[in-house]
């Protein structure tokens, strides 16, 4: 059974620094794309990257190049979203999903059940 | 969102509710293929649809999609009160700033 469970929720002041994860399970991780997606509440889904474990190829939303870093531990079959230094508009719900692809007719098929970030200072 | 989806739709149970999804020629219009996701309250989006017509295996053919030049639909037929839920349509989008995987604002379907 394919299964993404992903870390829990976190609290953090402005400026500081934070890492989520997303651990796969029940299919072979380097093979399949790893996205992430933002969720504001009572917002909708925003796609803000992915990367593809083989190799870390990884591709960025123009909305959040810069502000975010996606990458991936093979050896434990997990991907990560990481920010340098947070700020009060990062509080969201943050979901790992897996895709085929990376690009074009990609789409997700198993997501993560999501990480809820809360800044405030 | 580039693709715009309607606020909400509702149906009484039994009823059919369709759901629009509307792009331009760097999405939709380009050929990519469009996508569906159901959102519960409180869950993690569920994968609903694929290649703009294709359910992947559990999902009901109560569901079912379209595609036509630069708009995509998903009709629910015989809704039922677990189809009360946000449907998020998604495509890939090529413009001068980047490709993107892009997705619709949502529409909330109510049941009757």
């Known amino acids: 059974e394919v299964q993404l469970v992903q870390s829990g929720a976190e609290v953090k002041k402005p400026g500081e620094s934070l890492k989520i994860s997303c651990k796969a399970s029940g299919y072979t991780f380097p093979n399949y794309w790893i996205g992430w997606v933002r969720q504001m509440t009572g917002e909708g889904l925003e796609w803000m990257g992915i990367?593809?474990?083989?190799?870390?190829?990884?591709t960025y939303s123009p909305s959040f190049q810069g502000q975010i870093t996606i990458s991936v531990d093979r050896s434990i079959n997990t991907a990560y979203l990481q920010w340098a230094s947070l700020r009060a508009s990062d509080s969201a719900k943050y979901y790992c999903?897996?895709?085929?692809?990376?690009?074009?007719?990609?789409?997700?098929?198993?997501w993560g059940q999501g990480t809820q970030v809360n800044v405030s200072s | 969102s580039v693709l715009t989806q309607p606020p909400s739709v509702s149906g009484a149970p039994g009823q059919s509710v369709t759901i629009s999804c509307t792009g331009s020629?760097?999405?939709?219009?380009?050929?990519?293929?469009v996508h569906w996701y159901q959102q519960r309250p409180g869950a993690a989006p569920k994968f609903l649809m694929y290649g703009n017509h294709n359910r992947p295996s559990g999902v009901p053919d109560r569901f079912s999609g379209s595609k036509s030049g630069t708009s995509a639909s998903l009709v629910i037929s015989g809704l039922q009160t677990e189809d009360e839920a946000d449907y998020y349509c998604q495509s890939y989008d090529n413009s001068l700033s980047g490709s993107d995987w892009v997705f619709g604002g949502g529409t909330k379907v109510t049941v009757l």
């Open positions: 020629s760097s999405n939709i219009g380009a050929g990519h293929d």
């Open positions: 999903a897996r895709s085929e692809a990376g690009k074009g007719t990609a789409f997700f098929d198993y």
């Open positions: 990367i593809y474990p083989d190799d870390s190829d990884t």
